[in-house]
């Protein structure tokens, strides 16, 4: 599971430039492992260039509006991102947490509706800088994770996101990010009450020189990319170099 986080950037032309370089370099059989996340106004636009010429690239949102009985101006629901053609979502990126003010009460309804419309989830967690520094990561994460109770176990996956590694250029130790990823998983089969192993993926300031020595540990199970993942060419490098390695 390779994820193109795009964030609020790209074009039409850029979506479509992409999609084309994706396809050029990413042999076939390589492309289904790939989740492209680009603004939900390209959506369509992605969904037409990858659907008309056979593609096999998943397309997902950066995010969802939960379902609601009131009018909600600006809203999209799951609903229309499947029409959209979405087999994914985001949901609890930080930057959404930080600057949109999602907490746990709209994350809880963005992921019944979510769940509803089965989209499959890709929910992020992560720690602060201080609560890194101050030892409260972990108790930081397991809060963050405790939304995803009772939810069905099939549509789940989760992004470790350390806050303070997100477009800085720094990322965790590899024993760091595998120790998060172990604690990450047990702690979901307790609150999903399940033995089976949920994909826990890794995002951060991967970039094509350090994503094949993250992608190795045995804990990682994909990578939600962003700054890197706006380059077709290396997007499609860190996709290669990882599936020479498997
Ligand atoms: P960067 O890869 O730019 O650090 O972003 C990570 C991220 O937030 C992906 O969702």
Known sequence: MIIANWKMNGSKEEVKNWIDIFNDHVEYENQSGCIFCPPSCFLDNANEIISSNNIQLNLGSQDLDPDADNPSTGGISGKMLKDLGCDYVLIGHSERRMYFNEHEDVLLQKLTSAALNNLKIVYCVGETKEQREQGMAIEAIKIQLRALKGLPVNLISVAYEPIWSIGKGITPSLDSIHEMHQIIKDELKSILN??????????????????????????????????????????????NNITIQD
């Not at 192993?197 to 199970?221: C, K, R």
């Open 194 to 239: 399940t033995e089976e192993n949920i994909l826990v993926s890794y995002g951060g300031s991967v970039s094509a020189e350090n994503a094949v020595s993250i992608s190795l540990l045995n804990s990682v199970d994909g990578l939600l990319i962003g700054g890197a993942s706006l380059n077709p060419e290396s997007f499609s490098k860190v996709v």
